[in-house]
């Protein structure tokens, strides 16, 4: 299995474009998430989702879109890209119920000029 | 917001010898997680305990929980170059609706030295 798989793993944007980060998962996970790393910092939660049709805000959503359409697949949209948001960004999963540990990508690694 | 801290900051050993990190939390919690990142990667999972668990092993990795103080510890004993990595605790806060949202310290970097 190839557990979470993030695409691209490196991209540079210009100021205002948008752009959109797949994160596809193959275990059959239900619920979602989008975190961002910057240095120094731990992670922090952008949006996340419980299953197909259903997501929410996390802790830092401002600049940022997601839908979930099928279990397997979470995108999430920059739409108007601002140099803030140069960062790492992490797609993770994990299984309904309490206690369950995460799974995650390898990561974006994401430019604003 | 960061609920989770961990301390030291950065760590440096030599191999052989054990590397131990300490993680301090805010709220109540369903459960902490510990987990690694290589550089350039993405976080793995080691171990999960959960609040009503005092202690926990895992090969080279023992955990300890004390929720009286919101704190826990990692052990990494007879560490290996390998082991150099970024180590991050996660508390999943004891909330109906907040499965999975995990909160993130900032971690700790340790360097093992052959």
């Known amino acids: 299995n190839a557990g979470v798989t993030q695409t691209p793993k490196f991209q540079v944007l210009k100021t205002g474009q948008s752009m959109t980060l797949q994160c596809a998962q193959d275990?059959?996970?239900?619920?979602m998430s989008w975190y961002r790393q910057d240095p120094g910092m731990g992670l922090r939660l952008i949006h996340y989702?419980?299953?197909?049709?259903?997501?929410d805000q996390g802790e830092v959503p401002n600049g940022y879109n997601v839908s979930r359409s099928t279990t397997e697949d979470f995108p999430l949209r920059l739409l108007s890209a601002a140099p803030s948001q140069t960062s790492v960004y992490f797609c993770?999963?994990?299984?309904?119920?309490?206690?369950?540990?995460?799974?995650f990508g390898d990561g974006t690694r994401l430019s604003i000029l | 917001s960061q609920q989770g801290e961990e301390d030291p900051q950065a760590l440096s050993i030599q191999e052989g010898e054990n590397a131990t990190m300490n993680c301090s939390y805010k709220?109540?919690?369903?459960?902490l997680q510990w987990y690694r990142q290589n550089s350039g990667r993405g976080l793995v999972h080691l171990i999960l305990?959960?609040?009503?668990?005092r202690e926990k092993h895992s090969g080279r990795l023992r955990v300890t929980l004390d929720t009286s103080k919101k704190s826990s510890s990692l052990l990494i004993t007879a560490s290996r170059a390998a082991d150099t990595a970024s180590y991050f605790c996660?508390?999943?806060?004891?909330?109906?609706?907040?499965?999975?949202?995990?909160?993130f310290g900032a971690g700790t970097q340790v360097v093992v030295t052959p």
């Open positions: 996660a508390t999943d806060p004891h909330s109906t609706d907040s499965w999975g949202k995990l909160q």
């Open positions: 709220t109540s919690i369903n459960n």
């Open positions: 993770a999963s994990t299984s309904a119920g309490s206690n369950q540990p995460q799974h």
């Open positions: 275990m059959n996970h239900e619920y």
């Open positions: 989702s419980v299953g197909a049709g259903i997501t």
């Open positions: 305990i959960r609040s009503n668990e």
